[in-house]
């Protein structure tokens, strides 16, 4: 697959930039095709562009609110439910979800 609106190379210098952010989720590899020419002859060669995955998406809980039911005296330990968040970034660190409590009411 190629890509040439993504990005743009000098016909002078033979620098490549790119046209628009690139985004890892969307697209993780380019195969591009690049021609010289003399104006005589040409020859042809590709280029492959690796995209590096940053952490640009957060995590978003599958639920706007949790609600939990629990009888009293159960005893320490006992399951009271689960939250769940995913992130749409790649697999790895920039996906991995850690949870925790936070406060909600300003301790006085
Ligand atoms: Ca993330
Ligand atoms: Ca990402």
């Known amino acids: 697959?190629?890509?040439?609106?993504?990005f743009e190379i000098d016909s002078e210098t033979g620098e490549i930039r790119i046209a628009a952010p690139l985004d890892y989720e969307e697209v993780k590899e380019?195969?591009?095709?690049?021609?010289?020419?003399?104006?005589?002859?040409?020859?042809?060669?590709?280029?492959?562009?690796?995209?590096?995955?940053?952490?640009?998406?957060?995590?978003?809980?599958?639920?706007?609110?949790?609600?939990?039911?629990l009888?009293?005296?159960?005893?320490?330990?006992?399951?009271?439910?689960?939250?769940?968040?995913?992130d749409l970034d790649a697999e790895g660190p920039n996906a991995q979800v850690f949870y925790r409590f936070v406060p909600i009411y300003p301790s006085f």
């Not at 009271?80 to 968040?85: E, F, L, P, Q, T």
């Open 71 to 86: 009888m009293q005296g159960q005893d320490a330990g006992i399951l009271v439910g689960s939250v769940s968040a995913r």
């Open 30 to 69: 380019y195969l591009l095709g690049v021609a010289a020419t003399d104006g005589s002859y040409r020859a042809q060669t590709t280029i492959t562009i690796d995209v590096t995955d940053t952490n640009d998406n957060a995590p978003v809980f599958e639920q706007p609110s949790y609600k939990f039911a």
């Open 1 to 6: 697959m190629t890509f040439p609106f993504r």
